[in-house]
């Protein structure tokens, strides 16, 4: 599975959001995107996902990808238990997949819960989980950890490598926690204000179960990313 994005440009109403952005992406690789809020980078999942087409550039990906996406919103049913969210997106049930999934994201015990019983940090884990029920070769998740306290954030990214290293799918992964980017890429894009470009692209060779974020490397990595941020 691969996917090259060549000089994406994107407008609204005249108004240019996404210029020029360059990507490739592989099976099994995390690209981590950060940026700063309204650049654009929801937009560029919607491009990614096919839900939007760009204006200028080109997306090469085979017809056949089967993508998954985590929206900034959870996007769940709310007549529908947590259960039944996540079974209602296969036709086949799998209820011991589907059990093992709703622990694997900490919500074991609430299975019959409807959304609106959830915390907005559980309803985001429930379409965590429901992405991986969906199973694809390309995850797209945009902010899914935002609703998550410090600690849950961490829990959350071992759950989210030990079910990448399971799928072994490619995942587009848009945060404004520079942590999660450093814990999680295998390549960081640091996206301009709008209209957004890639301002700096860094690769990260060192295994993600290997990360410390006390690490020299990730801590300049870390300073690179605020530099350009704040630029
Ligand atoms: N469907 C649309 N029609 C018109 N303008 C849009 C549309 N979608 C997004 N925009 C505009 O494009 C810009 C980028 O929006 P986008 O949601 O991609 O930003 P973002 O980087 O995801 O921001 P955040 O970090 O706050 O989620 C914003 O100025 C927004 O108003
Ligand atoms: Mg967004």
Not at 44 to 57: A, C, K
Not at 210 to 225: C, M, Q, V
Request: aromatic share 8%; hydrophobic share 40%; with cysteine.
């Amino acid at each position: 599975m691969q996917i090259r994005l060549e000089n994406i440009c994107k407008c609204f109403d005249g108004v240019p959001v996404l210029e020029n952005i360059n990507m490739h992406l592989h099976k099994g690789k995390i690209i981590c995107i950060v940026g700063p809020s309204g650049c654009g980078k929801s937009t560029f999942l919607n491009l990614l996902s096919r839900l939007d087409l760009p204006d200028n550039g080109t997306i090469q990906m085979d017809a056949s990808t089967k993508t998954a996406y985590v929206f900034q919103e959870d996007r769940l049913l709310p007549w529908e238990s947590v259960y039944d969210n996540i079974r209602f997106v296969k036709n086949a049930e799998d209820s011991r997949q589907i059990l093992s999934l709703i622990e694997d994201v900490g919500l074991k015990g609430y299975e019959k819960h409807l959304p609106d019983q959830l915390s907005g940090g559980m309803r985001q884990r429930c379409s965590i989980a429901r992405a991986f029920y969906y199973g694809s070769d390309l995850l797209l998740m945009d902010e899914p950890f935002k609703s998550l306290d410090f600690n849950l954030r961490f829990e959350m990214i071992e759950k989210l490598l030990l079910l990448w290293e399971k799928s072994q799918c490619a995942i587009v992964f848009v945060t404004h926690e520079i942590d999660e980017a450093l814990l999680l890429g295998d390549e960081i894009l640091v996206f301009s204000k709008r209209p957004a470009h890639v301002l700096e692209s860094l690769e990260i060779k060192t295994p993600q179960r290997e990360r410390k974020l006390g690490d020299p490397h990730l801590l300049s990595l870390r300073a690179k990313i605020v530099e350009n941020i704040l630029r």
